[in-house]
């Protein structure tokens, strides 16, 4: 089955301070991975769309120059959240489509974000 | 515009059935999934349905109804590992995300 590791899986930072998230296809390569941000006890609300070789796309009201996207290679896409401040905090998850499955896309682990 | 409405919260026991409906009000529809995310972990993929009709796997089943812009997860022979959040998530034509649901919180009672 298809795999998505994501690194780091927690991550407490000082405000300011920048930090980077990776995410990476085990198996398959996925041209598109995308970015969400989850709150707590909240739905999962998607920041951006990583394609490789490209800009990413990004969801209205998601700053583009905070959260920076890199999706170098057909496995890895990184989230680099810069100057991050407390209301940064939160739970960070990628997910990336398999080619042959048009139904259903593979989660990472998440990465919680902490911001003190 | 998109929109998709699950119940909060449900509460079942042991061994019950319990199903999580979820409505949705979207630009275009390509097919509708449903993931399960247990606390502190991220979501896994369950089921997809793009046509109408009840597709089952194992003790959890989906269904559809694309002109009643409807579906429900409806899960058997609950367990307390069943205690988690479902959450409904439709693609839409336009894109190749898909956007997810509030989520249900389901607890389930010894």
């Known amino acids: 089955g298809a795999v998505v590791s994501q690194h780091p899986s927690r991550v407490i930072c000082k405000s300011g301070t920048s930090v980077k998230i990776e995410c990476r296809s085990l198996?398959?390569?996925?041209?598109?991975m995308f970015w969400y941000r989850q709150f707590p006890k909240q739905s999962l609300m998607l920041m951006a769309t990583?394609?490789?070789?490209?800009?990413?796309?990004?969801e209205q009201g998601v700053e583009k120059d905070k959260f920076l996207i890199n999706h170098a290679s057909l496995t890895l896409s990184t989230l680099t959240v810069t100057s991050a401040h407390p209301e940064d905090s939160s739970f960070y998850i990628c997910?990336?489509?398999?080619?042959?499955?048009?139904?259903?896309?593979?989660f990472g682990s998440g990465t919680r974000l902490t911001v003190v | 515009g998109q929109s998709l409405e699950q119940p909060s919260e449900v509460t079942a026991v042991e061994g019950a059935i319990v199903q999580i409906n979820c409505t949705y009000q979207?630009?275009?529809?390509?097919?509708l999934s449903w993931y399960q995310q247990h606390d502190g972990g991220a979501p896994t993929f369950l089921s997809y349905?793009?046509?109408?009709g009840l597709e089952e796997t194992g003790r959890f089943s989906s269904f559809l109804s694309r002109s009643d812009s409807y579906g429900y997860l409806l899960l058997q022979e609950l367990q307390m590992k069943d205690s988690a959040s479902y959450f409904c998530?439709?693609?839409?034509?336009?894109?190749?995300?898909?956007?997810f649901g509030p989520g249900t919180r389901l607890s389930v009672l010894p």
């Open positions: 997910s990336a489509q398999k080619t042959t499955e048009a139904y259903g896309y593979t």
């Open positions: 198996d398959f390569q996925a041209t598109t």
């Open positions: 990583s394609n490789e070789g490209s800009k990413a796309t990004y």
């Open positions: 979207t630009s275009g529809f390509y097919g």
């Open positions: 349905n793009a046509l109408d």
């Open positions: 998530a439709v693609r839409d034509n336009y894109g190749q995300n898909f956007v």
